[in-house]
């Protein structure tokens, strides 16, 4: 065995009926080092980790793992935790009703005689809570932390462990920036102690922040590595491995045409449903033209969503008052029916919790917005349906063997356009698009981004909420920015530049 | 494998139930030295158990918009009361003392829906006081005491269609004709398929794929025709079946063909996305629970015209019959997964099971125990065969 690794995954290949998911992998990670693993979604990211973590026991893939030098047999996720090896998922997998020590020692309780030994847990809670950064009380019930506390709370779960190495399915995902950067330190924190970890991400500017080595898998197979140096990488050059063509540009060319003014927002303020006296949104006013791609930047839980849900009927939160034109027109609008049929569609960001029926398949999803535009003397039309999702796999370009499947077989990209489709069945004049491609890989980003380009020369006016600034920078052509529930901002893209916007998104005046 | 693909589509788990269905009748028939498949027996199965299956077709839908309903028996028993109350003390005539029964399902199926739907109290707690309440009433207006219904009622619940035409085809011409036309729909919506099946593709499918359904159906239904049919004179394929049949076919096209059902669908595989694509969630809980409790009414007035009379312990767990029906039909605890035709399957897995045992003079007691068994089976393997899948 070779020196300085701690780990070695060696000709790693995995096979699920009729697809090869890893083929001939090779993975040597650095014993203290951050490495880093990026690769388009469905490379194979999540099935080698699966396999390293024990998940695919031993012997449902070929291959070998060498782990300090050892080589290791992990018949399921107990085995690898026991020699050192801790995933943590990107859905976090707490339990949310329980404290932070119960969760902590979950499965793996101090007892004595029988009983569980509160005080002594507490104890080492205190210690692990300390290890992270985290100032709270052990007895915290976790549903009353954020997602950045809760995500370090597992890592000092898994610290509780005595893990050697730590695996971070895209840690920063669901954090804002100032638990992505809180969260980044103590990976660099971790190394200190001789920790190893090995994180799965998207975000370049991540992996060039903390990691010492890059690995890229694409189709299955490591396509190459890179050493990160002195907090540089090639970005361009990672980008090209991961989907294997240079992409020039990351956000496609467009001209916009835009036209008229159709929607109008003036005073829309909004009450937290659960916080009396807490405004969600406050006196917010704007517009979009048709045409037109408009962004929306602020920070998480600044109340860009709950904005957006607001409109599309009064979705959430409790309305407290504002007006609402459609061409010029007033229009009261109190249910998500009434949205649909005023021509509003609203995609959101919880693309598996909010956007789709897992359990449908592709041609059900398409239609189900609007059912009546499928009908046949008062009964579904099964042609009709099929027609219809054939047209908009074709003009989508979804990537699938039939649409008869089902849409939990779908890539994120994919199963994004789906939620797309669905929303243009219903054929909407406004379309709010609430980070669509968040969790998609690069090449399905650049995919949506055409399509919402084609949707706004479609006359579309198109309302774009996205925590990436560079994002909103490449696709709208004016920015919004939101803090606090107010919108602080207006500038044409063209004028804006990342720190700007930055700014108006975290003034506290 | 490939040619038995052909002609039952891709997924043939669907048809494993049917299988054992098929297994258990012949087991049975072998067992009982051929009592099992008899006409007099037949026409007793479908007539017996058609208001477990009536209550299922409601309960199908309850279970995938993730709800339960355990007041199903006590409704029926409370409406069918009602009902023989009310049309003795005032003497009313048959239909009035039915649409009184269905009028009771409703009011008592809005009453559930409401507290589901508007306060949001899940439907096991909301049917389980209805259980109570129902059944309470039941016994408290009765004074435990059976009461006769109208005697027309008796056509619902063991009815046979007239016999008229002539005598050379040597049984019942109405169950003939019933035979005669079911096979025509079928022969009709395949031959549609076959020459619709090019439209969208551009590949129009062979054939003999359509042949041979039509001849594996016409055969079945063929054979099913002559055993109804072709019992002691006076007898046919029974009236409740006819209801029931009736039924199938309205909740088949509920279920399948109208927004109604996609939304029930929606509802129980994910309430934020219906809700979220403009389905409105309190609606479809409302008129699913209301739904629910007529069909319970429903199965009342077959069972009670069976019977002859409404006692006060009728519909005495027959929610869970409902219910094991739909699981072993393969729908799913969480919501979201079940079809009508597969309900039926199990529902009359349930039933053969019943009967079968009788035949056997296997007692009551340890037919309990078999069903226990079934439906655990069932489920289990349906499960194992869905984690192989994955």
Redesign the interface.
């Known amino acids: 065995m070779s020196e300085g690794y701690i780990l070695q995954m060696k000709n790693i290949t995995k096979t699920f009926p009729g697809v090869k998911a890893l083929s001939d992998v090779t993975l040597e990670v650095a014993e203290a080092s951050i490495h880093a693993i990026c690769g388009e979604n469905g490379a194979g990211k999540s099935t080698l980790m699966k396999v390293l973590s024990g998940v695919y026991p031993y012997g449902s893939y070929d291959g070998e793992i060498f782990f300090q030098g050892k080589k290791m047999i992990f018949k399921n996720i107990k085995d690898s935790e026991r020699a050192g090896i801790v995933i943590i998922h990107q859905e976090l997998t707490m339990i949310p009703e329980l404290s932070v020590t119960e969760n902590i020692f979950m499965g793996n309780e101090i007892v004595e005689k029988g009983l569980i030994n509160w005080g002594e847990e507490r104890k080492r809670t205190r210690e692990l809570l300390e290890k992270v950064g985290l100032h709270i009380n052990p007895n915290t019930i976790i549903k009353n932390l954020g997602v950045g506390q809760q995500q370090l709370v597992e890592i000092a779960k898994a610290l509780s462990k005595n893990v050697k190495v730590l695996i971070l399915d895209e840690p920063t995902s669901s954090l804002n920036e100032s638990d992505s950067e809180n969260l980044l330190h103590l990976m660099l924190g971790l190394k200190k102690q001789g920790i190893t970890c090995i994180m799965i991400s998207h975000k370049l500017n991540e992996i060039a922040a903390v990691s010492d080595y890059v690995t890229v898998i694409r189709d299955g197979q490591t396509v190459d590595g890179y050493a990160v140096e002195a907090g540089r990488v090639d970005e361009n050059k990672i980008i090209k491995a991961m989907v294997g063509r240079e992409i020039g540009n990351r956000y496609p060319e467009h001209t916009p045409k835009i036209g008229e003014v159709i929607l109008e927002v003036s005073g829309w303020t909004v009450e937290d449903a659960k916080v009396p006296g807490k405004m969600l949104c406050k006196d917010s006013a704007f517009y979009v033209r048709a045409g037109e791609i408009v962004g929306f930047a602020g920070l998480m839980g600044a109340g860009r969503t709950e904005l957006m849900r607001s409109l ?1 009927g009064k ?1 959430m939160g409790i309305f407290k008052g504002g007006k609402m034109k459609i061409g010029g027109r007033e229009v009261r609008i109190n ?3 009434e ?2 049929k005023n021509k509003i569609a ?1 995609v ?1 960001e919880d693309r598996k ?8 398949t592709i041609r ?1 999803t398409i239609v ?2 609007n ?2 535009k499928i ?1 046949t003397k ?3 039309d099964f ?1 009709k349906e ?2 219809a999702s ?1 047209k908009y796999k074709d003009f989508m370009r979804i990537k699938c063997r039939d649409v008869g499947v089902g849409v939990n077989t779908l890539s994120g990209g994919n199963q994004q356009k789906v939620v797309l489709s ?1 929303w243009m069945f219903t054929e909407p004049d406004i379309l709010i698009l609430d980070e669509p491609t968040r969790g998609i890989d690069v090449g399905a980003k650049y995919e949506i981004y055409k399509l919402i380009h084609e949707l706004a020369d479609k006359g579309k006016a198109i309302i774009l909420v996205s925590s990436e600034l560079p994002e909103l920078l490449g696709m709208a052509d004016r920015i919004y920015t939101i803090f606090e529930g107010k919108i602080t901002g207006e500038i044409a893209a063209k004028e804006a530049n990342q720190e700007m916007l930055m700014k108006k998104m975290t003034i506290t005046a | 494998m490939k040619y038995i693909k052909k002609v039952l589509g891709e997924d043939l788990r669907q048809y494993t139930m049917v299988v054992a269905l098929a297994a258990l009748i012949i087991i049975f028939n072998i067992a009982s030295g051929g009592k099992m498949v008899t006409s007099s027996n037949f026409q007793n199965l479908i007539s017996g158990n058609a208001y477990v299956l009536v209550l299922a077709l409601g309960m199908l839908m309850v279970i995938v918009i993730g709800q339960i309903d355990l007041s199903v028996g006590s409704v029926a028993g409370f409406a069918s009361m009602v009902m023989a109350i009310t049309a003795r003390q005032f003497n009313l005539p048959w239909y009035v003392a039915i649409l009184i029964a269905l009028v009771i399902g409703m009011i008592a199926g809005a009453w559930q829906g409401f507290f589901l739907s508007r306060l949001g109290i899940p439907g096991f707690i909301t049917t389980l006081g209805g259980m109570m309440i129902f059944r309470g009433g039941v016994i408290w207006i009765s004074n435990s005491i059976s009461v006769p219904v109208p005697s027309e009622l008796k056509w619902f619940g063991a009815g046979y269609l007239p016999e008229w035409g002539p005598a050379f085809t040597g049984m019942n011409n109405s169950t003939l004709l019933l035979g005669i036309i079911a096979i025509a729909v079928y022969v009709i919506a395949q031959i549609r398929k076959y020459t619709h099946s090019g439209d969208i593709t551009g590949k129009k499918e062979a054939f003999w794929p359509f042949a041979v359904r039509i001849g594996i159906v016409a055969v079945v239904i063929g054979y099913a025709t002559w055993l109804f049919g072709s019992g002691r004179p006076g007898t046919s394929f029974p009236i409740p079946g006819l209801i029931l049949v009736i039924l199938i076919i309205l909740y088949y096209l509920i279920t399948e063909r109208t927004p109604f059902g996609r939304h029930v669908y929606a509802v129980g595989g994910n309430k934020s996305a219906a809700e979220l694509s403009g389905v409105s969630v309190k609606r479809t809980y409302f008129l699913t629970m209301l739904n629910m409790s007529v069909l319970a009414a429903v199965a009342g007035i077959l069972f009670v015209g069976r019977s002859t009379a409404a006692g006060p312990a009728d519909g005495t767990s027959w929610e869970m019959d409902a219910i094991a029906s739909v699981f072993i039909g393969g729908a799913a605890v969480s919501g979201g997964v079940g079809t009508v035709i597969a309900t039926m399957v199990g529902g009359l897995v349930m039933a053969v099971l019943n009967n079968g045992l009788m035949l056997m003079g296997v007692g009551a007691d340890k037919t309990q125990v078999i069903k226990g068994f079934v439906l655990l089976a069932a489920v289990a393997f349906d499960v194992y065969n869905k984690k192989n899948r994955r």
Request: zero cysteines; glycine letters at 10%.
């Open positions: 599309f979705n249910s998500v029916q949205a649909i609203y959101p919790g909010l956007g789709l029926n897992l359990l449908d059900k189900s917005a059912l009546d009908k008062g009964l579904l042609d099929r027609a054939e669905k």
